[in-house]
């Protein structure tokens, strides 16, 4: 018999749909159970993707003893935290506070109004390692409550009061250049000069703060920033977390230096890492990166699109119960398939052994600088990668016919926002139409899908859209929609950006203390309203609300916008020397609101050769803090209507026009490439 999760449309809560279990939803009926029957709640939080999820699911919740304990004791309930992550943000940080770690699976004890009174994170089914069973932790915790409440309770009340001490709001600190200095000097300073990124094992992409020195990089005019940004890339680009034949990234390494993967990949890392590539191939022309760049956007159209448009969230690390199984190899399954001679060319440049460097098998990576093999093959680079890249294809398509790990293909608005900004701009730089036409209809299908009555939905699956939308939800969706917009000019997804800042500020903004909240004035009550400041493996809602309002407020003459993100960037002021590499996108929004923006304007068709010359310098080059807006004539005034930057901006002699303008202040108008890079100080067109 299946519980009240089949009625989910979380591939994570499906996942659990035929425990023993007596899970519940989140909602008012098991907590009002809670109470009537003055029980615990079990709060299991986790996502499809986690490998110990599964692994505490085998061996806790499809156990029939463990099972009849937690229906005994408790009423269960199962979040996917990836729908709600208001509550994961908010039992993540008491488990932290309680312990002092915390991680998925994550385990909650709390009353039924919501306070916890214990937590943890994954426990044994057996005491051992440091760690009680977790029957013994349900038994102990039920124990307690029946016979110690009182000082459960005490002790809850604290904690929850420290939750809601924190983090500050409304700063009056001076947003100054002296900020963004000490930042890149700290990010700097954890820099890892052997394999590139930031720390060490388990080692993380960090994308904001690779895209926060490139940022500061330009600003700064610093090489040795942008030596360790490239370096960074390099490595991640040549390791094994990096999947070589299929494109994409993992979610992240085990060790220091990006070879073992946890095998997952994630819609957001790929969103964030495509753009991350796409601003150093901007900024430097190297064609790795465009490369890179290129397979990780042709991945996400190939293995994680849908029909509607939409883009899933999650490939899983285990193929047939094993991890990593449908990524790795044998030297004798490559020679078979690409023969003895090609076979040997590509094991040796990709580090394939017999002895193998993950259990047994080899994960592809290049462990050897790409010249040095060339050479060694008596080669050149271009000779090498040529037949590379026939050998991949090859291989590619032999792994296809493999067991695939599983799919979690909810959509969440959020994440298909940070997709759509980095499908948009690579559209833009690239010139690749394939992208534009996805990118297209994402945003439609987002439009039209994720929204009731004028308020976003954070999640879809099957035909069924739910879940109040959260602050995130707005900022990347709107974001995503500028993107589109710059690359387009199709004024419908200007104004529907605009609309989502003001639902998201009327909805998310306290002006009271100057900060937005990560969940709706009029959502659910819980123990404490959720506000992230930190930029995780996402950025948080308040950074990505606060980047995309001032760019909104530029192109749209709205100087409320920029007040706004104003005081949300100083009520984080002094976190961002302190915890540089978590406030990455903070810091890239602090710098654009330091600099004098660009403002370009193209006027004509984006069909037109030239004015395609003209969009090739703007898009061609790395140019962080611009803002770009455009309008064919030939349809009409009303693209360009209530734009101040679209105001008075005529075609000169009828041929397609450039307009460099600061602080609405411009430049002479220009019609050829060479005469616009010299306006933007770029190197010859």
């Not at 039992?91 to 916890?116: E, I, K, L, N």
């Not at 080692?203 to 926060?212: D, G, H, N, T």
Request: hydrophobic letters at 40%.
């Amino acid at each position: 018999m299946t519980n009240r999760l089949a009625g989910e449309t979380s591939p994570y809560l499906l996942q659990h749909k035929d425990n023993p279990v007596d899970w519940y939803p989140w909602g008012p009926e098991a907590l009002n159970k809670a109470k009537e029957e003055d029980k615990l709640i079990l709060l299991s939080i986790g996502y499809s993707a986690c490998h110990w999820c599964h692994v505490m699911e085998h061996e806790s919740f499809e156990d029939e003893r463990t099972a009849g304990i937690m229906n005994d004791l408790y009423v269960s309930i199962k979040v996917d935290r990836e729908e709600r992550p208001d509550l994961d943000n908010i039992y993540m940080q008491a488990v932290q506070a309680m312990t002092g770690q915390g991680g998925w699976p994550m385990t909650v004890f709390m009353t039924s109004d919501g306070r916890p009174v214990y937590g943890g994170t994954y426990f044994p089914p057996h005491d051992g390692q440091g760690r009680p069973s977790f029957t013994r932790v349900l038994q102990a915790v039920a124990d307690a409550y029946r016979t110690d409440r009182d000082k459960l309770m005490e002790n809850s009340n604290e904690l929850i009061e420290r939750m809601k001490a924190a983090p500050a709001s409304k700063g009056t600190e001076l947003l100054t250049e002296e900020i963004l200095g000490q930042a890149g000097q700290q990010i700097q300073g954890q820099f890892d000069p052997q394999h590139g990124g930031f720390g060490g094992a388990p080692k993380f992409p960090q994308p904001m703060a690779v895209e926060a020195l490139l940022r500061l990089t330009k600003r700064f005019e610093d090489p040795e920033a942008l030596r360790m940004v490239e370096f960074t890339l390099e490595k991640m680009a040549w390791g094994g977390m990096y999947d070589h034949l299929g494109g994409g990234f993992h979610r992240y390494s085990t060790d220091a230096h990006w070879l073992v993967p946890h095998f997952e990949k994630m819609l957001y890392d790929n969103a964030q890492l495509s753009l991350a590539y796409l601003h150093a191939y901007q900024a430097t022309g190297r064609l790795l990166y465009r490369r890179v760049a290129e397979e990780t956007f042709d991945y996400v159209l190939r293995e994680m699109t849908d029909s509607t448009g939409g883009f899933y969230s999650t490939q899983d690390a285990d193929s047939e119960g094993v991890e990593g199984k449908f990524f790795v190899w044998t030297p004798e399954e490559i020679v078979s398939v690409l023969g003895e001679a090609e076979g040997e060319v590509f094991n040796r440049y990709y580090g394939v052994t017999q002895g193998g460097n993950f259990e047994g098998g080899n994960i592809l990576n290049v462990p050897a600088e790409p010249a040095t093999v060339a050479e060694g093959l008596g080669s050149t680079e271009e000779e090498l990668e040529a037949r590379l890249l026939k050998a991949r294809k090859i291989l590619y398509r032999v792994r296809e016919q493999r067991v695939h790990p599983g799919l979690d293909d909810k959509m969440l608005t959020s994440w298909n926002g940070l997709m759509l900004r980095s499908l948009a701009e690579g559209a833009a730089v690239l010139g690749r139409a394939d992208y534009l036409s996805a990118a297209e209809a994402n945003a439609s299908f987002l439009l039209e899908h994720l929204r009731d009555g004028g308020r976003l939905l954070r999640t879809y699956r099957d035909g069924e859209a739910k879940l109040p939308g959260f602050l995130e939800d707005y900022a990347m969706l709107a974001d995503g929609l500028v993107a589109l917009y710059e690359a387009t000019f199709e004024r419908r997804w200007l104004d529907e950006a605009k609309g989502l800042a003001d639902a998201m500020i009327d909805l998310f903004w306290d002006a009271s203390e100057e900060a937005f909240y990560d969940t709706a004035r009029d959502h659910e009550a819980l123990i404490v309203r959720p506000r992230d400041i930190f930029d995780n493996a996402m950025p948080c809602g308040g950074s990505a609300a606060a980047d995309i309002l001032l760019r909104l407020g530029i192109l749209t003459g709205q100087e409320e916008y920029a007040r706004t993100a104003a005081a949300s960037l100083r009520s984080v002021a002094s976190f961002l020397t302190q915890y540089p590499v978590g406030m990455g996108r903070w810091i890239g929004a602090l710098e654009f609101y330091l600099s004098t923006p660009y403002e370009l304007v193209v006027v004509g068709s984006r069909d037109d050769q030239a004015a395609r010359a003209l969009l090739d310098v703007v898009f061609g080059f790395y140019l962080p803090n611009k803002v770009v807006a455009g309008w064919d004539p030939a349809v009409g005034p009303l693209a360009a209507q209530g734009l101040p930057l679209l105001q008075d901006r005529p075609l000169v002699e009828g041929r397609p026009t450039a307009y460099v303008c600061q602080n609405y202040t411009c430049k002479l108008p220009v019609t050829e490439p060479k005469a616009l890079a010299e306006q933007l100080g770029l190197r010859s067109a």
